[in-house]
């Protein structure tokens, strides 16, 4: 009961907060928070277990449905810089901090403080950056960070829990088990979204397609977690792998999928907040219970506030700068030797005979875009999970040590970063005016453009020469004039709003999947920007939807 009341609390501020234009994960802690101190309010009591198993899983799948091979792969260099080594680099240096300042912490608890703080949640950020405008490039970096962290963050989590609880790993060797788990997890996802995508064809039903859909997600997390392996990863590769064979199912699918994906998030991400806000009253009262001076652990939650925000800007500039760098490298080479120019001009040559846009060699984040990720560091989901996770006693029986310690600063580390880097990151892209990428937009819509018109035309030369029964010529040349619009409102939200025979609708539906065809093809070449193709995919559905509903309707 207590857990429907808090749901449908989150729902309600967030609908207020995103109507007075508000961030909702900020007002939510917020409420939560003085919520807490009503007299008589219970504790909401979560086990971590639900958090990681059951939170986590759809909330990845639905950030990696959505976020294709492709444009985690064009930004794979910055994505494994931030998702790996700063999750590595900020939890060791958490780690050496905190053993510092602290009497009696051992260096292997503090660094499993780190683990826990160590991976920023780019659903603020994200909800963010949408809204204000953010670069496409710096919403495909921060997105893609927070599809990997995740798993580094837990998986040094996992050796560090060991380690100091001394129960069992898979294997000692730390970098063998990281290993391990990256590569299983993935392979597990990567087999279980093939045989999804396998079933979703063969079951020919948009709500069956969809239960699967659901079920997917925490199947890839329960079975990697069984075999020790990353539960995360599971869960992006198979949302990659089911994304990447999304278009061969129905339209029907593809749209309803979006709005169940949609709804998923709105609710699971305010339960999150809502989780965070109504805890902090109870965390500063294990604390006490714990016989630990409350302000003194507090004061030392602030100083790993300050670490974390401070290592990511540094880190960040390190890339920055070594990006900066190759760049003028290249540069110098290509100035420098002629044969290197000449390989250049080749391979531009290539690219141009295959269709394929110019290749984009050394461009490293802008300054802007660079302030911009270093401070989108919020903490969320994961920081509040791990910290719960952590058991209560060793395999000895013995209390596990530093547990409300590290419970405590996990807590201030997330609501602090989500207060102080939520609510000044809309001020800051502002203050930046970051240049809009809308030129290079354009420029990738009428790539899709062209293919989709070529595909029209081939469609109406088909029709022309091979007239199907019970269309005159008359109709066919007001198909090719229909095919036209069509053509142009791909570029637009909506279809033109035009009803013909049952026959004439049948050549639309002909039409619009031969375009889809033709543009997916062109992208799997790696001639169109995946972005431009997901945005059109999704006008070309409902363009089908309506046509579709037209032909139902007549039955």
Do not use: C
């Amino acid at each position: 009961m207590l857990l429907f009341v808090v749901l449908l609390g989150a729902i309600g501020v967030t609908a207020l907060a995103k109507r007075k234009g508000l961030q909702p994960a900020l007002i939510i802690v917020v409420v939560g928070f003085g919520v807490s101190f009503i007299p008589g309010v219970p504790r909401l009591a979560v086990s971590s277990g639900l958090i990681l198993g059951v939170v986590l899983p759809p909330l990845l799948y639905s950030a990696a449905l959505n976020f294709s091979m492709f444009r985690f792969l064009r930004n794979l260099r910055p994505i494994l810089g931030l998702g790996v080594s700063l999750v590595i680099i900020t939890a060791i240096a958490v780690g050496f901090v905190a053993s510092a300042i602290v009497p009696g912490l051992a260096l292997g608890t503090a660094i499993l403080l780190g683990a826990v703080v160590a991976p920023p949640d780019a659903v603020t950020a994200a909800a963010i950056g949408n809204k204000l405008g953010l670069p496409r490039r710096v919403m495909d970096i921060l997105t893609g960070e927070s599809l990997v962290n995740d798993a580094a963050a837990l998986t040094l989590f996992t050796i560090a829990v060991s380690a100091i609880a001394g129960t069992h790993t898979l294997f000692a060797n730390p970098v063998l088990l990281f290993a391990y788990a990256a590569i299983v997890g993935a392979l597990v996802g990567v087999a279980l979204g093939v045989m999804a995508n396998i079933l979703r064809r063969f079951l020919g039903n948009a709500g069956l397609e969809t239960v699967l859909g659901i079920m997917l997600p925490f199947a890839a997390y329960f079975i990697a977690e069984q075999l020790e392996a990353s539960g995360v990863l599971a869960v992006v590769f198979a949302a990659f792998a089911v994304g990447g064979a999304n278009n061969s199912v129905g339209y029907q699918t593809r749209l309803q999928e979006k709005q169940v994906w949609s709804s998923f998030d709105v609710l699971l991400e305010a339960f999150v907040f809502a989780y965070m806000g109504l805890q902090l009253r109870f965390v500063v009262g294990d604390v006490a219970e714990a016989k630990l001076p409350v302000g003194l652990v507090f004061a030392l939650g602030g100083v790993i506030l300050l670490l974390v925000m401070l290592v990511r800007p540094v880190f960040v500039y390190a890339l920055y700068a070594q990006g900066a760098l190759q760049k003028r490298g290249f540069e110098k080479r290509r100035a420098g030797s002629k044969r290197f120019r000449q390989r250049l001009e080749r391979a531009a040559v290539t690219r141009r005979n295959r269709g394929r846009p110019p290749r984009r060699d050394f461009e490293p984040m802008t300054v802007p875009e660079a302030v911009v990720v270093s401070w989108a560091g919020m903490r969320g989901v994961v920081t509040i999970a791990a910290a719960a996770a952590i058991p209560l006693s060793t395999t000895t029986g013995e209390a596990f040590p530093g547990r409300a310690l590290i419970q405590a600063v996990a807590f201030t580390v997330a609501v602090g970063t989500l207060i102080i880097q939520g609510a000044t990151l809309p001020a800051l892209i502002r203050r930046l005016r970051l240049p809009s990428d809308d030129a290079t937009r354009r420029e990738n819509d009428a790539r899709v453009l062209e293919v989709v018109r070529a595909a029209s035309g081939r469609v109406v030369a088909e029709f022309t020469s091979s007239p199907p029964p019970g269309i005159a010529p008359e109709m066919l040349e007001q198909f090719r004039m229909i095919a036209e619009q069509r053509t142009k409102a791909a570029a637009r939200q909506e279809g033109p709003d035009l009803e013909g025979s049952a026959v004439f609708d049948t050549l639309l539906l002909t039409l619009l999947r031969a375009q889809r065809e033709a543009v997916l093809a062109e992208r799997n070449r790696g001639t169109l920007d995946p972005n431009a193709v997901d945005t059109l995919i999704e006008r070309l559905d409902y363009q089908e939807a309506a046509v579709a509903s037209r032909i139902e309707n007549r039955l």
